[in-house]
């Protein structure tokens, strides 16, 4: 049981590349989201699923787009990248089962944007 | 939005010392959680705890929601407990808002 598992760890970007991260989960969760989190900062929320085809924006949604075509999968994709879009990306998932609904994080991906 | 904040910012300690780190929100709220980052960046749940008092080990947590403060308790620090602790807040929808994190440092 892996829990939640994001690839890749570390990425290196220059201004206007693309690129997606993936977040994979084990638990059946229903529920998965993609945050940020940058220096000495509190995490922010930029995406979220409640199921499978279904995505809504979180409090700094732009410049990213989000697919969740399959349960376990939820992808995070950077169109053109920009050095305000360097941070680290943690993907969570939850599902509110036992009247519970904690979130679950995975390790992170350290992006950097030249 | 719902505003958190959480205090005190920073915190050092000797090992065995008590603590209490605080999270004061601005609205009603039916989702509270806390975490611990450890020095490697990793996330933990340490507690779903949107009202009442929870204990796990040497850590237990409250949550007054009618007075929108919670309080996380570690007894008898230890290294292994040094990281940032995060409150996060929710409403009726599914988003969590985090607070800034409460540094802490425990000494050998």
């Known amino acids: 049981n892996a829990g939640v598992t994001q690839t890749p760890k570390f990425r290196v970007l220059k201004t206007g590349q693309s690129m997606t991260l993936l977040c994979a989960q084990d638990m059946n969760h229903e529920y998965m989201y993609w945050y940020r989190q940058d220096p000495g900062m509190g995490l922010r929320l930029i995406h979220y699923?409640?199921?499978?085809?279904?995505?809504a924006k979180g409090e700094v949604p732009d410049g990213y787009n989000v697919s969740r075509l399959k349960k376990q999968n939820f992808l995070l994709g950077l169109e053109s990248a920009a050095p305000s879009q360097t941070s680290v990306y943690f993907c969570?998932?939850?599902?509110?089962?036992?009247?519970?609904?904690?979130?679950?994080f995975g390790p992170g991906t350290r992006l950097t944007v030249l | 939005g719902i505003q958190v904040e959480q205090s005190p910012p920073d915190l050092i300690l000797q090992e065995g010392a008590n603590s209490t780190l605080r999270c004061n929100f601005s609205d009603s709220v039916n989702n509270l959680q806390w975490f611990h980052q450890n020095p490697w960046g990793q996330l933990i749940n340490l507690f779903y705890?949107?009202?009442g008092t929870k204990q796990n080990g040497r850590l237990s947590a409250t949550t007054v929601a009618t007075e929108r403060y919670s309080l996380l308790y570690i007894s008898s620090s230890q290294t292994t407990d040094s990281g940032v602790y995060f409150c996060a807040v929710g409403g009726s929808a599914r988003q969590l808002t985090f607070g800034s994190g409460t540094q802490l440092t425990v000494l050998p």
């Open positions: 969570a998932s939850s599902s509110y089962r036992g009247g519970t609904d904690t979130q679950y």
């Open positions: 705890i949107p009202s």
């Open positions: 699923s409640v199921g499978e085809g279904t995505t």
